[in-house]
């Protein structure tokens, strides 16, 4: 895993100072701690920081063919496939980037189709000033882009753009609230005035500073649904998950698993084992499960820890308390440049945070619930209206607290988009679509990308992969819902693979209980944030203050925490106001 950056000019531009790309070396050398390179190719500028996974010795970038040059952050899973394909003859290095350089070779600007991985790529083709952006289809690896008057600037992340004065903290007047209503914005552009991010899928063609062509790979099949046995489809799902985790754990350093004792880091967890037991002296499998301190919480960690133990993987807990929260919110918040107001941040961090000391590469269970159909709001989408259908996330965590200034309009509109284009085989497909266009990478995966990048460490999601894609995505609806409950043919698999994870027994869910953690100092903090300018521009101070005195309720809570991420996430990332301290002394900070 590494971070990205640099410049494509147009013709007659003058280079920006070594100043610059410097600037964007610093402000990307925590996704890449091993090292940092710098190449002035003559119309474009290439920046690449290191975090070695694989190729430890020999893997550095740029990497080169020829005239051309590559530098990507993420990995290719399919690059022994493309290494056997193309000939070992081509390659000069053991690094699994090289194959997207060699895989171009042969197959020009479409060389994306034949890549099998989480990625962001620029590829600067050597000739006539042509440079190619390129990001995997789930967007599990982001990439950024600004426009200038002397040309396109690109970076793993926006404020690697600002910090190097290439794009300015400004703004856009809508994001405020879409982000403090869906916890996450929508579409191409960013929260930032003049940034906009590359779409999952998709490679930008890039000629002397101008984009001149857009194409696309699809993160899931474009088919209808397959009249398939349970039987079959479960052989089906065997071979997918185990080769998937196969190829996931493909690593020359240490790695292990977060397990919440959900449904799809079990599966990952079982996939793990299973390859163990049929290989001799394989590592021993390292988890990481996160608890919290406040009584009632939703916590799985009892669950988590038996899972561990029945395969005899070392376990730990990681207890995120008050303290934790109060202490370390600033931090966090500093990592999400593109924000997200999920409080799963929080364990997030805190979780990488401990595994970094002991390994470089953790896996995760991110998109079961999204490729295998197991939120409720699918289900509630796939009814017919007469029958209680409805879109998904009509309401925005504001809605009906009397908090906002005025009646929220406009905050949807990305959704909408979504859903008139995202158009699959039933409305159940349909809504698994919108979330794999808009929720999924804005989201889950944005918040695992800068979790785990803030500490060095690399995050892999087994279940985001086009080969468990082809299996789950067309499975007819009875494999995906039954009985209520969703990913069943992933259930099924886990009752036989690791009967222990009962996975067809309810199940709490994952909560962090941060509206407690907020009441118990609400009547400090409410009008610290009340008075912050992103919270006053769109809430009423004496209800953004009652809501902090009474944020025990779930509703409350959420809406609660969403404001206080807006005004930490305002005054670090627009303000210029030092993380450093607690929230406290963030909010006072002058």
């Not at 020829?66 to 000069?92: H, K, M, Q, S």
């Not at 609806?477 to 027994?505: C, D, V």
Request: glycine fraction near 10%; aromatic fraction near 6%.
């Amino acid at each position: 895993m590494c971070g990205i950056a640099g410049i494509a000019y147009r013709p007659g531009a003058s280079p920006r100072s070594r100043e610059v790309l410097d600037r964007l070396a610093a402000a990307l050398a925590h996704r890449g701690p091993d090292g940092a390179h710098v190449e002035r190719r003559g119309g474009i500028d290439l920046v690449h920081t290191r975090l070695a996974i694989v190729d430890i010795a020999g893997g550095d970038q740029p990497l080169h063919a020829g005239c051309a040059a590559l530098i990507a952050n993420g990995e290719i899973y399919n690059d022994p496939a493309i290494r056997a394909r193309l000939g070992a003859v081509r390659f000069t290095t053991y690094s699994d980037c090289e194959s997207a350089l060699v895989a171009w070779q042969e197959d020009g600007r479409g060389f994306a189709r034949d890549l099998r991985g989480m990625y962001a790529i620029a590829l600067d083709e050597g000739q006539d000033g042509r440079l190619l952006l390129a990001r995997d289809p789930f967007g599990i690896k982001p990439l950024y882009i600004a426009r200038l008057e002397d040309g396109v600037a690109f970076a793993s992340e926006p404020m690697a753009l600002i910090r190097a004065g290439l794009a300015k903290a400004a703004i856009r007047s809508e994001k405020p609230l879409e982000l403090v209503q869906l916890q996450f914005t929508t579409g191409t552009q960013t929260i930032f005035s003049g940034i906009e991010r590359v779409n999952p899928g998709e490679t930008l063609e890039i000629h002397r500073g101008e984009i001149v062509s857009r194409r696309f790979v699809a993160a899931t099949p474009a088919a209808d649904a397959e009249t398939i046995t349970e039987d079959k489809a479960l052989a089906r799902l065997d071979d997918a998950l185990l080769d998937s985790v196969r190829a996931h754990e493909r690593a020359d350093v240490p790695f292990g698993l977060f397990l919440s004792g959900g449904i799809d880091s079990s599966c990952v967890l079982a996939a793990m084992a299973k390859l163990r037991q049929a290989s001799s002296g394989s590592a021993p499998l390292l988890t990481w499960t996160a608890g919290f301190d406040v009584a009632g919480a939703a916590d799985e960690t009892a669950h988590a820890a038996e899972l561990a133990r029945s395969v005899r993987a070392a376990h730990e807990i990681v207890r995120v308390t008050r303290s934790d929260f109060w202490a370390h919110l600033p931090a966090i918040v500093a990592c999400m440049d593109d924000p997200v107001a999920d409080y799963a941040i929080v364990p997030t961090w805190l979780l990488a945070r401990k595994a970094r000391e002991q390994v470089k590469v953790v896996l995760s269970g991110e998109g079961g619930d999204e490729l295998f159909a197991g939120y409720g709001r699918y289900r509630r989408a796939a009814k017919p209206w007469w029958l209680g259908g409805r879109p998904m996330r009509r309401h925005g965590l504001l809605d009906g607290l009397g908090v906002l200034r005025e009646r929220p309009t406009g905050w949807r509109d990305g959704l909408a988009a979504a859903e008139r284009t995202c158009v699959g085989q039933d409305h159940l497909t349909t809504a698994q679509a919108v979330d794999v266009r808009e929720w999924l990478p804005n989201d889950l995966l944005l918040k695992l990308d800068r979790c785990l990048m803030a500490h060095g460490l690399e995050g892999r999601t087994p279940l985001l992969d086009p080969v468990v894609a082809q299996v789950a995505w067309n499975l007819p609806a009875h494999l995906k819902i039954r009985n209520g409950q969703g990913k069943y043919l992933l259930r099924r698999w886990l009752e036989r693979e690791l009967p222990s994870s009962r996975p067809f027994a309810p199940k709490q869910g994952f909560t962090v209980p941060v509206g407690a953690w907020i009441e118990e100092r609400g009547a400090q903090l409410g009008p610290l944030v009340a008075r912050q300018s992103a919270v006053a521009g769109l809430a009423r101070p004496d209800r953004v203050e009652a809501l902090f005195r009474g944020a025990s309720g779930r509703k409350e809570g959420l809406a609660a925490w969403a404001l206080l991420f807006l005004a930490l996430w305002h005054r670090i990332h627009i303000e210029g106001v030092s993380p450093d301290g607690c929230v406290s002394d963030t909010l006072r900070a002058h």
